[in-house]
């Protein structure tokens, strides 16, 4: 490699410069403050979890009724201790925003608050599994493509992104700080699929493709709800106080009631909108008002200009250069 | 680390509670049955197979006239022994669900079947390189924006979304079971781009940004065809049963014919709508009854409520205020 | 494996057909032609370069002011090399391309220009902290449901896709091919984002969920500019020279002034158009025209079709059957 030496002396003081503008006012380093939780401790707590959620599907092949206490006893062991480092590294990193620390130094014990809660949310698997075997039925019912419920669990981005989403809500009612969104961005990464772990979600809930999807922090979510993909359940503009700063957790996003299905790329918008049970919205429609129940919502036969029904070669002239 | 080891004994009882949830009436366990195909497994077939196709441009540089019987001849035999695997392993699936068995025994050769149709796919591979070429001239011809034909095979993710649905695709030609499906939800997964393996795509077809597309299970597509990000080609609402369950296998997505281009985020519904050949669908369209040949359809220019159009500082207060 | 002989003694026969079919005229593949950029290589120059951003948030904890130096100074070290290596690469591949050579031979020294570049590319990190510091703030100072900037480094992936874009914005304009697009694709399948490197985009620059956005290569965007998911400033139909041939270069993206905000799915379209300063562009219109200064532009009421507002039971079944 013809590298010129000259060029490459340069480094250190390249890099001099760059230490210079990690200062204590720069918001984007976390130097010298305790570790954040880790981004890939969380995801491999969700796969020890996804593990035993739905045995036998993924990591782990061979498992059957003599040996299955093992595998997930161990696997518990370890979601133990994985869960207690990393929630007492979130609530220590909380203390020290709300409280302004400038190190991590604190009384709190985070480390047995954070056993606590992994404990509380190791406790809540079984319903999870309850409740997730209602989404997995919703998705076979919901879809003709679907042709055994063991494709749902195996494959499915809308089952694999309301899984996250249930675990994280969990933590969201436990009040663990930060790792929830941690956990939903990351299912927001392999689905395209964002829900926010505040939303409340009832049960036999599908969510069909869901490239798109969007489903703000207040929403309000039925029973037997079906989304398509590029819904957006969002807010309208946000409210902000006298000094012009937003004003944080209010109910900004919609209530949708039980058995309403909602088509591709529909956006329901704000707090108060309510989609009345058993609606049904339509492709592409976009609300801002309250729905009553039993309600169809379709665009009419949309507004089309129509050019050239012919195959006459200057009809194809005016179609090509037409600007679209 | 502070753990109170009172709470730690808990973790046996909780294992326990959670291991009685897996009965066999659960839905989202495969315990003591027959290994299903592996995730993983399929992963790496794929990126053997993307090897094969676009040789030099991936995992191994130095390729060259001299070598590359050597390689490819290695990644054959690879492919054998792990396309065998994961089909027998399908096949055992599908027979196991569809008899009912409650263990994986039968009299079947599922390896022997899964050999023989490994090896049909394998013979598919010149056909689709032929046919991939085609959708890499499709991309280049169709890109402004594009310079090279490298940077479609390098890194377009609509090339990436078709290449793996074209390989899925032959699969279900050949009848094999859950693979395909396993292998275009990856694809969804990397590019956002949802093509369901049972669809017909003709050759020279090209997918601009992609992300959000959908194209159901029935869907037909000509030669020539473009089509834009966040572009769905799906399903009316599903026919049921007398007892309303949903009637699975019908034609229930479009026609798309020869050299059609569909623009972002247009909506085209029903297995009877058809899109005539030469015809272009704007942006957000939304359409549920055939379009004649040689047609542009477009949405009028749209009924936009307008508000405020100078700087003074009342219409701002009111925009800012405004509900969206 | 009750594997069949006879069958697998067709590989090297079926290995031989489809090393047949890479000829020199075959447009995908690339042996015997010098190295292309490494994929994986781009990806870890890209981690390595987020790990100086944004030191302590992601792949190394335990960071203080006392070993800092050491960590960034090996990592620049490091970077030069690989950025040297794949900047190199790059330009040989072009020059290849561009001067019609069979073969990698040139008398040209891409290293050292490449060198040269790989430094330039460090010299611009200081700036770049300071761009990205405020599209964090943008980020807080826009979303109700953010509680610190941490998270918005952490896992907000339009923050992710800003970062990388603005990594390869950078390598645009010191004139390195084919990696910039290879970034931005990465940050693309990462985040369902798709922003061209070629896209000029101002400070305090903040979007939202994400999913879907597409901005085109010769988009200009101000400060202060807030994009929900789904927005796609995009071309107009593309012009073509008198041989039907696409012409490239051109400016075809809109441009967007200072402080406009655009809602969810929005579509703004074509070179000419201009979305003038503090304008409000709402969820799902569609604009090929330019809008004025201060201007909020919302799509009607829209024409909605309601079908059935009460729970009798002939409306529920009139509204099930109906065809969506």
Request: proline share 4%.
């Amino acid at each position: 490699m013809a590298s010129d030496f000259r060029l490459k002396e340069q480094l250190p003081k390249l890099t001099e410069q760059i230490v210079a503008t990690y200062t204590p006012e720069d918001s984007i380093n976390h130097l010298g403050h305790c570790a954040l939780p880790s981004y890939s401790g969380i995801v491999e707590i969700l796969m020890n979890i996804k593990d035993i959620l739905y045995p036998g599907y993924r990591r782990k092949v061979g498992l059957h009724s003599g040996n299955i206490e093992y595998h997930v006893g161990s696997l518990i062991d370890t979601l133990h201790d994985q869960l207690t480092t990393e929630i007492a590294r979130a609530l220590r990193h909380e203390d020290r925003v709300t409280q302004k620390h400038t190190d991590c130094e604190s009384d709190i014990d985070f480390e047995a608050k954070g056993q606590a809660m992994a404990i509380e949310l190791l406790k809540c698997i079984p319903g999870l599994r309850r409740t997730l075997a209602t989404d997995v039925q919703a998705a076979y019912d919901g879809d003709p493509a679907c042709l055994t419920t063991d494709e749902v669990v195996f494959c499915y981005p809308g089952f694999e992104a309301v899984t996250i989403y249930r675990i994280a809500h969990e933590l969201v009612r436990l009040d663990v700080p930060f790792i929830p969104r941690m956990m939903t961005e990351w299912a927001h990464k392999e689905t395209g699929i964002d829900i926010h772990p505040g939303a409340t979600i009832g049960d036999y809930f599908f969510i069909d493709h869901g490239t798109g999807v969007v489903i703000g922090e207040t929403c309000e979510i039925g029973q037997h709800v079906k989304l398509y993909q590029g819904v957006t359940l969002g807010a309208l503009s946000f409210k902000t106080d006298s000094e012009g700063v937003l004003i944080r957790g209010q109910k900004r996003h919609p209530t949708i009631e039980d058995r309403v299905v909602v088509y591709a790329n529909a956006t329901i918008l704000g707090g108060r909108t309510i989609v009345g049970h058993d609606s049904v919205i339509g492709s592409s429609v976009w609300i801002t008002k309250t729905v009553s129940p039993s309600t169809t919502v379709l665009l009419e036969k949309p507004q089309l200009k129509v050019r050239g029904a012919s195959a006459d070669h200057e009809v194809l002239e005016d179609r090509l250069n037409f600007q679209i």
